[in-house]
């Protein structure tokens, strides 16, 4: 089966700054790489996703690039805020309705005022 | 559009009785997922199933866990007999009609076996 490994685990930066988290995949099946964003007590809330079709994707001041010969996949947040504070996970699947998806173990970004 | 949403988010269970944990996706998906969140790790799939259908349960242990989603109401997660470690969250996720690939979770119930 597919294992995605996350980097790092915990992640401080002052505000204002860039915000970089890193995963790999091991299944070059795997097709489709969202991002989720999960704050306290709160559920996964998707961010931003990738598909394998594609090497870049920009939203506002969120990031993700995609090498598919390497396996990996790599989340950037730049001029980072304190409500960008949260835990972030990567996942992987095979893009289709009823894949399951396959998680990263979570980076806990801080943000410092 | 309201999201997915489940209930109840906190749930307190004594070794030996029965959790049952509901999911009503949003509007318009008939597709929806279960995961668990063990603390500090990331979610593990469980099942997927589909209206009526339980499609992969690939994820879900075989004893004491059981999920169904009828015809009509919520979903339903259920956990029989429940384990100090059964202790989690747990999520349910839904997803568009066939060709979306996205998920889109509910806000999670967090069950304490005592």
């Known amino acids: 089966g597919e294992n995605v490994e996350q980097h790092p685990s915990t992640l401080s930066v002052q505000e204002g700054d860039s915000a970089v988290i890193k995963c790999t995949y091991s299944?070059?099946?795997?097709?489709?790489f969202p991002w989720y964003k999960q704050e306290l007590g709160k559920g996964p809330q998707l961010i931003i996703d990738?598909?394998?079709?594609?090497g870049e994707k920009k939203d506002q001041r969120i990031a993700v690039t995609l090498n598919k010969t390497a396996k990996h996949f790599s989340l950037h947040i730049t001029e980072t805020q304190p409500e960008d504070s949260a835990v972030y996970f990567c996942?992987?699947?095979?893009?289709?309705?009823?894949?399951?998806?396959?998680f990263g173990t979570g980076t806990s970004l801080t943000v410092i005022p | 559009n309201a999201g997915v949403m489940q209930n109840p988010r906190h749930l307190v269970r004594r070794r030996g009785q029965e959790a049952r944990l509901r999911c009503s996706p949003m509007?318009?998906?008939?597709?929806v997922y279960w995961y668990r969140q063990l603390p500090e790790e990331g979610l593990k799939f469980m099942v997927y199933?589909?209206?009526?259908?339980?499609?992969?349960e690939s994820g879900m242990p075989k004893e004491r866990f059981s999920a169904e989603f009828p015809k009509e109401g919520p979903s339903i997660l259920r956990i029989q007999q429940v384990v100090r470690g059964d202790s989690a969250a747990y999520f349910c996720?839904?997803?568009?009609?066939?060709?979306?690939?996205?998920?889109?979770f509910g806000p999670g119930t967090r069950l304490t076996v005592t």
């Open positions: 996720a839904s997803s568009p009609p066939p060709g979306g690939s996205e998920q889109y």
């Open positions: 299944d070059s099946a795997s097709n489709y």
């Open positions: 990738i598909r394998s079709n594609v």
């Open positions: 996942a992987a699947s095979q893009g289709n309705t009823g894949n399951q998806f396959y």
């Open positions: 509007k318009g998906h008939s597709h």
């Open positions: 199933l589909q209206k009526e259908n339980i499609i992969d």
